[in-house]
């Protein structure tokens, strides 16, 4: 079954600032990734996914992630963070043959003045 | 107009006690889930419904038992409510099977187990 890996629990940033989450996965095929975020107290809004194609997708609130195979990554981009974008961020990866969604352990992003 | 409802938002309860959690999406989505989230904020799958069909079944006690009674709805009822159950529960639906389509999740039902 596939798997994710967050390498990082908890992040802080300066508003402003760029931003980077980790998302690893491991998966024998070709895999659907997707990075979610939550917000306390809510349910989880999907960011961005990526299925095929080109390998960096862009995402609402103005996020995106870049697949790199060799890597088995799928990291996730802020170009300037805003205080509203402090929440748990969530990796997942899906697979072609069967429902299973696998998440991430998640992290923790916490936005500075 | 909510897509993926849950209801109780909140449950408290006293250990030893049998609760539910309903669940229903109006986005004619096929795929249900349920995902168990812990204080760590760690996200379990727990089951999987297709057209009413069971597809996961992780390794979860029998005390939680689904039920489907048709592609819109996925409820949770767990017997003998225990302390480690407390957590928040989502459920979740998906347009497609086996393709792994994205997630639409509920706002979260948090029981609390005393």
């Known amino acids: 079954a596939q798997s994710v890996t967050q390498p990082d629990i908890h992040i802080t940033v300066s508003e402003g600032a760029s931003l980077e989450l980790r998302c690893n996965y491991s998966y024998g095929a070709t895999p659907y990734l997707f990075w979610y975020v939550q917000s306390p107290g809510q349910g989880l809004q999907l960011l961005l996914k990526y299925f095929s194609g080109d390998t960096l997708v862009q995402g609402i609130k103005g996020f995106e992630a870049e697949f790199k195979r060799s890597q088995s990554s799928f990291n996730l981009r802020k170009p300037s963070v805003h205080w509203s974008d402090a929440a748990e961020y969530f990796c997942a990866v899906g697979a072609l043959n069967n429902n299973d969604m696998r998440f991430g352990a998640g992290t923790r992003l916490t936005v500075k003045p | 107009d909510t897509a993926v409802s849950q209801t109780p938002k909140y449950l408290v309860t006293q250990m030893g006690n049998d609760k539910s959690i309903k669940c229903e999406q109006n986005?004619?989505?096929?795929?249900m889930y349920w995902y168990k989230q812990d204080s760590k904020k760690f996200l379990k799958i727990m089951f999987s419904y297709n057209n009413k069909e069971l597809i996961i079944n992780e390794t979860v006690p029998n005390r939680f038992s689904p039920k489907s009674p048709d592609k819109a709805h996925l409820n949770l009822h767990i017997n003998s409510l225990e302390l480690g159950d407390s957590a928040v529960y989502f459920c979740?639906?998906?347009?497609?099977?086996?393709?792994?389509?994205?997630?639409?999740f509920g706002e979260g039902s948090r029981l609390t187990v005393l």
């Open positions: 979740a639906s998906s347009p497609r099977v086996g393709a792994g389509g994205e997630l639409f």
């Open positions: 986005l004619g989505h096929d795929t």
